[in-house]
């Protein structure tokens, strides 16, 4: 089996064909089907929040079987995601893309998850001690990207779970858990 570092690469990967846009619809619909779920379990594994479609990403080509993908199957894998809230263009251009392997609703449940297994209920954190701190190490959270931790405690605080607080800076915005 063909790894891109400790990544393993499914079967697939090595399929010639699967490297061109099907014209038949229901091998295409597979084949999206499959890519989709590459390029999610990659950047979760990877911790990739955002893939531009026109840089060097090391799931575009397979050197060993000699294949690209084209522009147009990149942004149609890109856009199937986009379609069913797992990635978010980020520009009207469509040259990048947010990857969204837990939805937006999802990173709230996993932030809630986070402050309650370490008795933070009602603790002050600064942002970017959720997304770099001692205490997101070896969590989903540690190097989150900033857009979507964001949009996450917005949700949070939406409910009533956390307020946030601007700091004199982006690096001291801060959040008081009330779970």
């Given at each position: 089996m063909q790894k891109l570092g400790d990544f393993k690469l499914p079967h697939f990967f090595n399929y010639p064909p699967y490297f061109t846009l099907q014209p038949v619809r229901e091998t295409r619909e597979k084949?999206?089907?499959l890519w989709k779920d590459l390029i999610l379990d990659y950047c979760r594994t990877q911790k990739l929040f955002i893939i531009g479609?026109?840089?060097?990403?090391?799931?575009?080509?397979?050197?060993?079987?000699?294949?690209?993908?084209?522009?147009?199957?990149?942004?149609?894998f890109f856009s199937a995601l986009v379609s069913?809230?797992?990635?978010?263009?980020?520009?009207?251009?469509?040259?990048?893309?947010?990857?969204?392997w837990h939805r937006i609703q999802d990173w709230a449940g996993i932030i809630l998850n986070f402050v309650k297994d370490n008795g933070f209920e009602d603790s002050v954190m600064t942002v970017e001690e959720i997304r770099s701190?001692?205490?997101s190490r070896g969590t989903e959270l540690h190097g989150i990207d900033r857009t979507i931790l964001m949009r996450a405690l917005k949700i949070l605080e939406q409910k009533g779970?956390?307020?946030?607080?601007?700091?004199?800076?982006a690096d001291d915005e801060g959040v008081k858990f009330s779970v």
């Open positions: 084949q999206v089907q479609l026109e840089e060097e990403f090391p799931l575009f080509s397979n050197p060993v079987i000699e294949r690209t993908l084209s522009h147009e199957a990149r942004e149609a069913e809230g797992r990635a978010e263009w980020l520009d009207k251009g469509h040259r990048k893309c947010l990857i969204l701190g001692i205490e779970k956390l307020a946030i607080f601007k700091g004199t800076s």
